[in-house]
């Protein structure tokens, strides 16, 4: 039904930039949104960012807001997460998948998932 492959993740230090890319394929990207959540261990998993394919209807979670930017490339099937300032707090596997949002809120769509690419923030 669908297949994400989710990399650019890595070790960065406090206020660093790290910028994360989603390869998507199948009905998966075909979806109105996509975005990428993020869960730490022993964490329940938070949407952090969503993008509809109009480009100029995104969503981010009040925490991260000015420092993430999400875009999605449709013809190459790809979606990114810029970030800047990383925190500490930050710290989480991250993975893109379709999404549903209203503009305050976002929840996954489906249950189709990568492995997620791993950002560590240090202090």
């Known amino acids: 039904q669908g297949q994400l492959v989710e990399s650019g993740g890595g070790s960065v230090q406090t206020g660093g930039p790290l910028k994360l890319s989603c390869a998507a394929s199948g009905s998966t990207y075909r979806q109105d949104c996509m975005g990428w959540f993020r869960q730490d261990t022993g964490k329940k998993r938070e949407g952090v960012a969503a993008?509809?394919?109009?480009?100029?209807?995104?969503y981010y979670v009040e925490s991260v807001k000015g420092r993430f930017i999400i875009s999605r490339d449709n013809a190459e099937r790809q979606v990114y997460l810029q970030m800047y300032d990383l925190k500490p707090e930050d710290t989480a596997v991250y993975y893109c998948a379709a999404c549903w949002t209203n503009g305050l809120s976002m929840t996954p769509y489906g249950d189709d998932w990568g492995q997620g690419t791993q950002v560590t923030v240090s202090s």
């Open positions: 993008i509809y394919t109009t480009a100029d209807r995104t």
